[in-house]
């Protein structure tokens, strides 16, 4: 069974424009993501499934220059474009992530996949009842199961929000939640890059860690945080859109 990250990726994002492009510690957020997902043990293959834009030409060179797989496809059809991207890299497993994540930790990744497995469950995901920090966020699938959603429903929403239907119809499929330990319940740290606020936060994350150690952990960002309370405070305005 192989298990592949796909990285829902575009310049064109309405908040914040280009801003998986932004540097800190001189890479774009995007190289820093990907480097991040290259320390799994249960990945396969990384693949960023971007638009057919011109923007995102951009998208496809750094891909290519990260070593990773590039696919493109529909902007607004987020779930046709992540099935595509499964399909071209014959995935068996998809490890859904979106690019606002660039401090996302692959051992939670990891732990995740690892419960799909053992669990055996369609849908398994660390953000059902949020407990981890937001941008640790992982759901995982089987390709299959993604194929059936695509036949069942038409709706624009659905397919903008690619899991959504999944864990919106539990009378169709067994979905499950993994809690954070102890150590890493903090679910009021945002690291998700969607305002100038949130790089600004994950900047300074990035520079108080980054140098020292470029395998910090979620551990170690929280410890951080502890050690540093005033950082919490530059994205804590920030106000967060639900689906």
């Known amino acids: 069974m192989k298990t592949v990250d796909i990285i829902e990726a575009r310049t064109r994002s309405t908040r ?21 997902l290259k320390r799994s043990q249960e990945l396969d293959g990384i693949v960023i499934a971007t638009t057919l834009h011109p923007d995102d030409d951009v998208i496809e060179n750094l891909a290519k220059a990260l070593g990773v797989g590039c696919f493109r496809g529909s902007e607004d059809d987020v779930l046709d474009r992540v099935l595509k991207a499964a399909h071209a890299f014959g995935a068996d497993i998809i490890v859904e992530t979106p690019s606002d994540c660039p401090c996302i930790d692959w051992g939670i990744l990891d732990h995740v996949v690892r419960c799909h497995r053992e669990r055996g469950h369609d849908y398994v995901s660390n953000n ?20 059936d959603v695509a036949r069942r429903t038409d709706d624009p929403v659905d397919h903008e929000h690619v899991s959504l239907y999944i864990y919106r119809h539990q009378e169709i499929y067994t ?9 890493l319940h903090d679910p009021q740290i945002k690291f ?6 949130d790089f600004k936060f994950i900047c300074a994350t990035y520079d108080a860690l980054y140098p020292a150690n470029p395998a910090f952990t979620c551990a170690d960002i929280i410890e951080l945080m502890r050690r540093r309370p005033e950082l919490r405070t530059i994205n804590a305005g920030v106000r967060r859109t639900q689906v």
């Open 175 to 183: 979905v499950s939640n993994v809690e954070a330990p102890p150590e």
């Open 192 to 197: 998700l890059l969607d305002t100038p606020d």
């Open 16 to 36: 914040l424009p280009r801003k998986i492009m932004l540097e800190c510690q001189g890479k774009p957020m995007l190289a820093h993501m990907v480097e991040r």
């Open 128 to 147: 059902l009842k949020p407990s981890y920090p937001g941008g640790m966020d992982v759901q995982v699938f089987a390709t299959k199961v993604l194929e």
